[in-house]
């Protein structure tokens, strides 16, 4: 064979394998997944870590994903309803889960909890709040808590230390009012519902968690004493000033950045901001620090009050939920975890049941590996409080963002403020609206 002869034949090889890899791409059956904000590099890093290996990996699905930004949920309800949505349903969490697996709108999957070894792989908790009427409608893409980040060369300059009971929390506040710092760095002019953090916070760890279980089991009202004396707390810590004067029109970013410059004091805030702490720590030369938020009397600490931020599912209409599953299997796997986890943190910290075989990078702050561990291991015990964005149904939940800011604004009392927000909670408790609520131990 002379060596045109065999350049011929080679350039055939090579267009013959072509024709077939494209083949087998197109063989590929899509799987679509629309997701919400993303900052570009983060964009990027999904496509690096999920997508390029996933559909490397697949041999019969390929998987595409779809920016949305703000207007995910709103597009998504439409898309739903008319059975024309993706694949992988991404939902802002359970109590949106349960209104669209009551539409019939979502597949069961415990079939593929089974077969894909998700019972034995996640937290129980998790595949319990992912459940309506018996079956498993969804899984979480994260789980967060609250607590309380702070600025540890701050405090070694004040001889201040992190305060474990509202007392001493409220006399540390009073102290950095004292030197012109504001105690919380706090806002929410680009999320309102912000708002419902620092309720979650003050009915977990002055109302304390049994409170709130027997409440959302409807054993109690919402009007119930404990839960007065929480938001009473709450609305004394914004007329002292604790939230400063910039609360509507800072960022929960601008907020946080206070934190590391040392304007504020203190974050009551979730674990997501752990991703923001490379950047304004360090440009800042300031040493981070988290705690279990400070516990009122009778109410053990740290109580870390366990957060959905979001959730995944699969359409009922899918045409092609084995590939759907698939990708959810990917995104539940010790690798994937610890690739995400190493440049994304506060985000993608999937309810893996044992961690001991996730590796991350050397980078990753160890605050945030440690307090990851210790929120598994408090979740693993049953001993975690609630969210309210995780187990209030909707309107309950919208309701509280705007009631709790007619309070602070005196436009309300905290007597009408809970009778308000018990008469919906009962509404919807009476529709089935109200997520799957674990037994507690």
């Not at 629309?34 to 290996?53: C, R, S």
């Not at 409170?211 to 004394?236: H, Q």
Request: proline fraction near 6%.
């Amino acid at each position: 064979m002379n060596a045109r002869t065999l350049i011929k034949t080679f350039a055939a090889l090579l267009s013959a394998s072509a024709i077939c890899s494209t083949a087998l791409a197109q063989d590929k059956k899509p799987v679509s997944w629309w997701y919400e904000n993303a900052a570009p590099e983060n964009q990027q890093f999904l496509k690096d870590l999920l997508v390029k290996p996933f559909n490397e990996e697949s041999s019969d699905a390929a998987l595409s994903i779809d920016f949305r930004g703000a207007e995910l949920d709103k597009q998504l309800r439409i898309a739903m309803l008319s059975g024309s949505g993706p694949d992988v349903v991404y939902t802002a969490g359970p109590s949106y889960v349960a209104s669209m697996a009551q539409a019939g709108q979502l597949l069961p999957l415990d079939d593929y909890a089974a077969k894909m070894g998700w019972n034995d792989r996640i937290l129980p908790v998790f595949l319990e709040l992912g459940k309506y009427d018996g079956k498993l409608y969804a899984l979480p893409k994260t789980y967060e808590t609250l607590g309380l980040f702070y600025n540890k060369t701050l405090f070694e300059k004040n001889g201040w230390t992190p305060p474990k009971t509202i007392a001493e929390f409220e006399a540390l506040a009073e102290a950095m009012k004292a030197k012109n710092i504001v105690p919380f760095g706090a806002g929410n002019a680009d999320w309102r519902p912000s708002n419902e953090h620092y309720v979650s916070i003050v009915l977990n760890s002055v109302a304390g968690p049994d409170n709130m279980y027997k409440a959302l089991k409807g054993e109690i009202p919402w009007t119930s004493e404990p839960f007065v004396k929480a938001v009473d707390t709450l609305n004394k810590w914004w007329q002292a000033g604790y939230f400063g004067p910039n609360y509507f029109s800072l960022t929960g970013e601008q907020a946080f950045a206070q934190i590391a410059t040392g304007a504020a004091g203190m974050a009551p805030t979730g674990t997501w901001n752990f991703t923001n702490v490379p950047k304004y720590f360090k440009e800042n030369n300031a040493e981070p620090g988290f705690v279990g938020f400070p516990s009122g009397k009778g109410v053990a600490y740290p109580i870390y009050a366990l957060g959905i931020g979001s959730t995944f599912s699969i359409a009922a209409g899918s045409k092609n939920p084995d590939g759907a599953a698939e990708v959810v299997n990917y995104v539940f796997s010790d690798k994937f975890y610890g690739d995400m986890n190493t440049v994304w943190q506060g985000e993608w910290n999937t309810p893996l049941r044992d961690l001991s075989k996730v590796k991350v990078g050397d980078a990753v702050l160890p605050l945030y590996t440690e307090t990851m561990k210790n929120l598994a291991d408090s979740v693993n015990k049953n001993q975690y409080g609630y969210t309210t964005w995780t187990f209030l149904p909707p309107a309950t939940d919208t309701y509280l963002v705007s009631g709790i800011e007619e309070l602070w604004l005196g436009k309300t009392t905290t007597a009408e403020f809970l009778t308000k927000l018990d008469a919906t909670f009962q509404q919807e408790k009476a529709a089935g609206k109200v997520p799957a609520i674990p037994a507690r131990q």
